[in-house]
Structures are given as structure tokens and as C-alpha cells.
Nanobody, 121 residues
Framework: VRLIESGGAHVQVGDSLTLSCLPS????????LAWFRQAPGKPREFLAS????????RHADSVKDRFFISRDSPSQTLFLIMNTLKSEDTGVYYC???????????????WGQGTQVTVSS
């Protein structure tokens, strides 16, 4: 499994940003894909997940009103749409995959290299 994230940037408070993840190396029909982030000095945090088939989504309470996970079928790309960014959204954002359609945040075994998002005022 290979997960390639892109789209990280240095933005301002209140901006919007969309991250992309291109998964490859496997048939992902029975997989759940997700976004996590790790802020400086903090543990990795689950943000959102989506089943590759069925597009069932889950969002963490902390971001559910601002962040949205989606998948584009033609391009087979995973997205994280982030709105109204705050300084505390700064961190490394990771794409992850689990071979489980009912994956919890502990079930993700495959990880991308991460992409840096920095939000400054």
C-alpha cells in the first residue's frame, strides 16, 4: 500500500485548504481511508475517515463543522477539505488506510509520509 499526500501549505487564520491523498498498490474496495494529524508535541489525532466503497464518513467532533473528507471516484483520490483554519490546526497531516470497513482509529496500519500545514495569524 502506498499513500501519497499533497497540498500542505503555510496559510493564514481563516483560510481554507484542501489536502489530497493518492492511494495505490491495492484494491481498496474493502478499505477505510482516513486523515490524521499530529501537532507539535501532541499525539497523532484522528480527524475523519471514509469507506472506499459506500463513501460512509466519520468526522471527529473537534473538526466536524470545519473539515470534510471526500473521495473522487474517477481520480481515485482522497481529499480533506479544511475551512476556517485556526492556528491550532498546525501540524503534519497524514493519510492512512485500514483493511476494514468498520475501522476504528486504532486499526490503521498503512500511513503516508505526511504533509505539513502551518496556520499563522
Amino acid at each position: 500500500v502506498r499513500l501519497i499526500e499533497s497540498g500542505g501549505a503555510h496559510v493564514q487564520v481563516g483560510d481554507s485548504l484542501t489536502l489530497s491523498c493518492l492511494p495505490s498498490g491495492r484494491n481498496f474496495d474493502d478499505y477505510t481511508l482516513a486523515w490524521f494529524r499530529q501537532a507539535p508535541g501532541k499525539p497523532r489525532e484522528f480527524l475523519a475517515s471514509i469507506t472506499w466503497i459506500g463513501h460512509t464518513t466519520r468526522h471527529a467532533d473537534s473538526v466536524k463543522d470545519r473539515f470534510f473528507i471526500s473521495r473522487d471516484s474517477p481520480s481515485q483520490t482522497l481529499f480533506l477539505i479544511m475551512n476556517t483554519l485556526k492556528s491550532e490546526d498546525t501540524g503534519v497531516y497524514y493519510c492512512a488506510a485500514a483493511d476494514n470497513l468498520r475501522a476504528t482509529k486504532l486499526d490503521f496500519d498503512f500511513w503516508g509520509q505526511g504533509t505539513q500545514v502551518t496556520v499563522s495569524s
